[in-house]
């Protein structure tokens, strides 16, 4: 098994997670819709410092969630061109989509990295409906209001599914951990071998239907992820909304890397949205440093999370 680099060369990867599937157009005239402002955001962040982007895409007249491989090559090969920053596809779409079509990206582009969901989850937008009133497209609200009754389904069959279609092309996975069956989840796949270390795990804190935000929280991620997998994993963490940065404090001062951007958290500050992306990459990357770490570059975390390289992408 790989070996944890000492702390004091331990670099902290910023992820940044441009636009995602969560937030809807009506809600910040920030979130980046079109090809061209999800390119802008993501060559942004990677300047502020974030070494890895997490990529959705959507329509850009109504910025609703697509997960055809269509809507992704327009901005892929701009940022690609652009930047040295390692390209994160996700496979998680958004909770109305099928499996099949969650895939497709990450199959068709064989990203270094795809995000994988490790489980089937009640994943709560509705609540936000009690923030935002007011919504420029029909298809907002009712997808807000559809995760009362619904839930992101993603069984064993659907990930396995997924992680056999990706076998053959390299990509590794950042593997998003909800609530701490999820890290239970993983090390079932891990004794079937259809994962291999190093794992790169994003335990997500503060979505409604998974685990809560508190401190023991974030703690007890961590306890258990280090009794699963030991020093065979890199850790990582996302706090959803006003959450972001004070989740991302804790966990870097814990020996951990961060997830920040618009897919989850439209803020800055209390009562304030981010401008950009790039803004909360450097509010992070600001946290990070203060803390006396440095900041991971995507050549260093290429070599932490043993990745494919730039070159072995197909787009």
């Not at 997808?143 to 619904?150: A, H, I, M, N």
């Not at 897919?263 to 803004?279: C, F, H, M, V």
Request: proline share 6%; aromatic share 8%; glycine share 8%.
């Amino acid at each position: 098994m790989a070996e944890k680099p000492k702390r004091k060369d331990r670099k902290v990867i910023i992820t940044c997670a441009v636009t995602g599937a969560i937030h809807t157009p009506s809600m910040s005239p920030h979130l980046p819709v079109t090809p061209q402002e999800i390119a802008a955001a993501a060559i942004g962040a990677a300047e502020a410092g974030a070494a890895i982007v997490h990529l959705h895409a959507r329509d850009p007249k109504t910025g609703k969630p697509d997960q055809s491989p269509e809507a992704f090559a327009p901005f892929l090969k701009v940022i690609k061109q652009s930047s040295d920053c390692v390209i994160n596809l996700t496979t998680g779409g958004a909770p109305t989509m099928l499996v099949e079509e969650r895939v497709r990206p990450a199959a068709t582009f064989k990203p270094e990295v795809a995000s994988l969901n490790m489980g089937t989850m009640n994943f709560a937008l509705f609540p936000m409906l009690e923030r935002f009133k007011e919504f420029r497209h029909d298809w907002e609200r009712p997808y807000l209001e559809g995760s009362r009754t619904g839930f992101f389904k993603n069984t064993f069959a659907d990930i396995e599914f997924i992680l056999r279609t990706c076998a053959d092309n390299g990509t590794r996975f950042e593997i998003e951990c909800y609530d701490i069956g999820h890290l239970y989840a993983l090390s079932h796949f891990v004794e079937r071998g259809l994962v291999k270390p190093p794992f790169f795990v994003q335990s997500v804190f503060g979505i409604l239907g998974g685990i809560g935000t508190h401190p023991e929280d974030v703690a007890h991620m961590k306890r258990t992820a280090d009794r699963l997998f030991g020093d065979a994993y890199r850790w990582s963490v996302l706090g959803a909304g006003r959450h972001q940065l004070a989740i991302a404090a804790q966990a870097a001062a814990m020996g951990g890397n961060v997830r920040v951007g618009l897919e989850d958290s439209l803020w800055i500050g209390p009562g304030q949205l981010a401008k950009s992306n790039a803004e909360q990459v450097a509010r992070a990357r600001a946290i990070i440093e203060g803390l006396g770490l440095a900041v991971a570059t995507p050549a260093e975390a290429r070599e932490i999370l043993d990745l494919k390289g730039g070159d072995k992408v197909a787009f």
